[in-house]
């Protein structure tokens, strides 16, 4: 499974950003896929994550802020970013794993390498 994000940049508190995660590979398996975000000298932190069947959480932080969604179709996950925060500011991962979703990092299998996410 191949994990590559896109979409990351800086922008102005208040502001939006979309985050996109191509995924390619062996995937029939996968059952949940998230965004984890890691501010330096920090633990990696769930984000948002989105089940097979289209059940989809999110962290305290960011609910009703931000939106996981899954396009089967172009094996694409997305994280719309709204209202964005400088706390948000983060090397934001994509993550995938064949088990329902929780926000346990060890948990996920599969990461790509990550896109950088800065809030001023």
């Known amino acids: 499974v191949q994990l590559v994000e896109s979409g990351g940049g800086s922008v102005q508190a208040g502001g939006s950003l979309r985050l996109s995660c191509a995924y390619s590979?062996?995937?029939?398996?996968?059952?949940?896929m998230g965004w984890f975000r890691q501010a330096p000298g920090e633990e990696p932190e769930g984000v948002a994550g989105i089940d097979s069947d289209g059940t989809s959480r999110y962290s305290d932080p960011v609910k009703g802020r931000f939106t996981i969604s899954k396009d089967n179709a172009k094996n694409t996950l997305h994280l719309q970013m709204n209202s964005l925060k400088p706390e948000d500011t983060a090397m934001y991962y994509c993550?995938?794993?064949?088990?329902?979703?929780?926000?346990?990092?060890?948990?996920?299998?599969?990461w790509g390498q990550g896109t950088q996410v800065t809030v001023s």
């Open positions: 993550a995938a794993r064949g088990d329902i979703c929780n926000f346990d990092a060890g948990g996920f299998t599969y």
């Open positions: 590979g062996y995937t029939s398996f996968i059952d949940c």
